[in-house]
């Protein structure tokens, strides 16, 4: 990492450190407001909009961070919607956020729309204050700031216990300046936008899972030595963290592609390689661990809970390999190896969504 990362993650564990709290908290309130106060949801803005002028690639550091102390805060989802909402030319908004691939309608109404929507499994959906999702008025779809405070809310949970919210909007008043005009409308977007967090949130939660099996594995002893020591532990931890490795280098890719035509089909590369190495990392880490890693004083299954959640969260890596082969496939023989070379099939003419 560089400077700035090293600074701003470093930031962000100590306030983590101070406020207190921990993954088993549905929502750490306190935890989230000291890291608005300190700004850390505007990362990917940039500065004329109050951000703070750094990367993608160090905003995204932020996210792995949060990820890999599983945070029960919103600031991957907030962050992203604050983006999304920025580039496309949307009112400010303030609060914690979320967002939803669910399409809604909506109708005109004085000043604005009223819009109709069921958004399901809407990350931390009831202690949003907006929820960014798509709606079609007049045959065009918009990206509308929904205010939760006018949805009926249904509570739920994913596996790691994360809330994964059903809301149900009716006639829900939105102002013209907090539904602008998707870019491009094309709802995939906002899909795209979720796989792409869950991809960097993912390689931060297997590099804590893997540094507390390390851990374990030298602490722990049998036959007089550390576990760490025989060749079968030795090779499951060096599979592991291969896979780590290439995930990470999968997700990094996503992220140096961030604003450009080539940021789609990065990111299904990406949340399909992730996610196969989520899978392999979780299940190698517990097999080290035995049932020390179930219990719930153990920090391990917060991480590996999450990551199986994840994983299915915006497309598991099925629904991606398959619209890459898609793509792929679209643009013929003659142009596969000029693909492979660029990472990008920009002569298909881009990213086929399915």
Request: glycine share 12%.
């Amino acid at each position: 990492m560089g400077d700035m990362d090293t600074i701003l993650v470093d930031q962000l564990q100590r306030l983590c450190a101070q406020a207190g709290g921990g993954p088993d908290e549905t929502f750490a309130a306190a935890l989230w407001a000291q890291i608005t106060e300190a700004g850390f949801q505007n990362a990917l803005l940039p500065e004329e909009s109050g951000g703070y002028g750094v990367t993608p690639a160090q905003a995204m550091g932020l996210v792995r961070t949060a990820a890999s102390m599983a945070l029960p805060v919103p600031l991957a989802e907030t962050m992203m919607t604050l983006a999304l909402q920025a580039a496309a030319g949307g009112e400010a908004l303030g609060g914690a956020l979320s967002g939803s691939c669910d399409e809604g309608a909506a109708d005109e109404a004085p000043g604005g729309w009223q819009v109709t929507a069921t958004a399901r499994a809407v990350p931390y959906g009831r202690f949003a204050a907006h929820v960014l999702a798509p709606v079609r008025c007049n045959g065009r779809l918009h990206l509308a700031a929904l205010p939760v405070a006018q949805a009926r809310v249904e509570t739920r949970e994913n596996l790691a216990g994360e809330p994964r919210d059903t809301l149900t909007w009716t006639g829900a008043t939105v102002a013209r300046q907090a539904a602008p005009a998707m870019q491009g409308e094309d709802p995939a977007s906002l899909l795209v936008a979720g796989a792409f967090l869950r991809s960097q949130q993912m390689v931060g939660a297997m590099q804590r899972a893997l540094d507390h099996t390390v851990t374990y594995a030298q602490d722990r002893k049998q036959f007089g030595q550390p576990i760490a020591r025989f060749q079968a532990v030795q090779h499951q931890l060096a599979v592991a963290a291969g896979h780590l490795a290439a995930a990470t280098a999968a997700a990094d890719a996503a992220t140096d592609a961030y604003g450009t035509d080539a940021f789609a089909f990065a990111v299904a590369i990406a949340k399909s390689r992730v996610g196969e190495a989520a899978g392999i990392v979780a299940a190698t880490c517990h097999q080290v661990l035995g049932a020390m890693g179930f219990t719930r004083e153990h920090e391990l299954h917060k991480v590996t809970r999450r990551l199986w959640a994840w994983r299915d969260e915006y497309g598991n890596e099925t629904l991606w390999q398959e619209r890459i082969g898609r793509t792929i496939c679209a643009g013929g023989g003659a142009r596969l190896w000029q693909t492979v070379v660029d990472g990008f099939p920009a002569a298909t003419g881009g990213f086929e969504h399915g």
